[in-house]
Nanobody, 116 residues
Framework: QVQLVESGGGLVQPGGSLRLSCAASGSIFSIVRMGWYRQAPGKQRELVAFIRSGGSTDYADSVKGRFTISRENAKNTVYLQMNSLKPEDTAVYYC??????????WGQGTQVTVSS
């Protein structure tokens, strides 16, 4: 079992930046991939970015060049740096982990609102 706790959401103006954090605890040695999803009102949850245990990353086309996913192993934490935010980035952002037994864990979500 892995527990995930997100933080860092909030209200930001278009063009601004936010950094989300996801702290993992529990069986962290079993994590093979961690990432961020988001869900806007009335829309399906979508993958934003992920980082594999080996360090490689991937991003949704809509955030490439604006968002950066990274991790700090000493703190068992994954970050999502979001720059040049747009109103369409408004959503609840969820941290997600895939474990070596093919199960997964979700965080509780953090609201990001981009509005003037």
């Amino acid at each position: 079992q892995v527990q995930l706790v997100e933080s860092g959401g909030g209200l930001v103006q278009p063009g601004g930046s936010l950094r989300l954090s996801c702290a993992a605890s529990g069986s962290i040695f079993s994590i093979v991939r961690m990432g961020w999803y988001r869900q806007a009102p009335g829309k399906q949850r979508e993958l934003v970015a992920f980082i594999r245990s080996g360090g490689s990353t991937d991003y949704a086309d809509s955030v490439k060049g604006r968002f950066t996913i990274s991790r700090e192993n000493a703190k068992n934490t994954v970050y999502l740096q979001m720059n040049s935010l747009k109103p369409e980035d408004t959503a609840v952002y969820y941290c997600h982990a895939i474990l070596s037994d093919a199960t997964s864990s979700w965080g509780q979500g953090t609201q990001v609102t981009v509005s003037s």
